[in-house]
């Protein structure tokens, strides 16, 4: 059987942030509602848009803003989204040494396979596996479908956030964490990853 190696998406391959989080400010704008601060809103990335946008609004403007959200966002995600150095040499090198590769997000399927297209990032992956109408990181079904999706073993789960470590250690991968996405050092040192690196450089070393 083969193996592979999982990846989250924004945050951890493609530094997307600030297109996320303009068009999760946009959408309140656009409704006339009280428009969160960027930190606020960087500190809820990786959650279900629906959730993130719980923490804002009431319950019954959420579904609105959500609309709102996925109408803006794809016509912005490539704004000032791309990926994070060394992330397309490696994949390339992860493909030439034999190993699988998948995104495991948040996003749901059809939107990060739009983005991931976009972006020039899908010729260099052999699966994209979003979260649709299933439970979402820290659960590990997102990494345990897109697996499936291979029909190979994984070996690492690699992410940016305590979510992305969770799911991967509940999945039963190794897990690497970079600091240069969502959470700091010291939040994703709580998760207790197997390896803990500012950027991807080391994933190699440890496969």
Not at 135 to 140: F, G, L
């Amino acid at each position: 059987m083969s193996k592979a190696i999982v990846f989250d998406l924004d945050g951890t391959l493609v530094d997307s942030l600030p297109d996320i989080v303009a068009s999760f400010k946009h959408s309140f704008a656009a409704m006339n509602l009280p428009v969160p601060s960027s930190k606020e809103v960087q500190s809820e990335i990786g959650k279900p848009l629906e959730e993130m946008y719980s923490r804002f609004a009431p319950s019954s403007k959420v579904m609105a803003l959500c609309n709102e959200y996925r109408r803006h966002y794809p016509q912005h995600f490539t704004d000032s989204s791309s990926p994070f150095p060394g992330v397309l040499s490696l994949l390339k090198t992860l493909r030439q040494r034999g190993y699988k590769t998948a995104v495991a997000t948040t996003k749901r399927s059809e939107m990060a396979q739009k983005f991931v297209r976009a972006l020039g990032l899908d010729v260099f992956l052999d699966h994209v596996q979003g979260t649709d109408d299933f439970p979402h990181k820290p659960a590990p079904d997102v990494i345990l479908r897109a697996l499936e999706a291979l029909d190979s073993e994984g070996l690492w789960m690699v992410g940016d956030t305590i979510a992305d470590i969770k799911a991967g250690q509940a999945a039963g991968l190794k897990t690497y964490a970079v600091t240069w996405g969502t959470h700091d050092a010291k939040e994703l040192e709580t998760a207790k990853p197997d390896a803990l690196r500012p950027n991807l450089d080391a994933l190699l070393n440890q496969l």
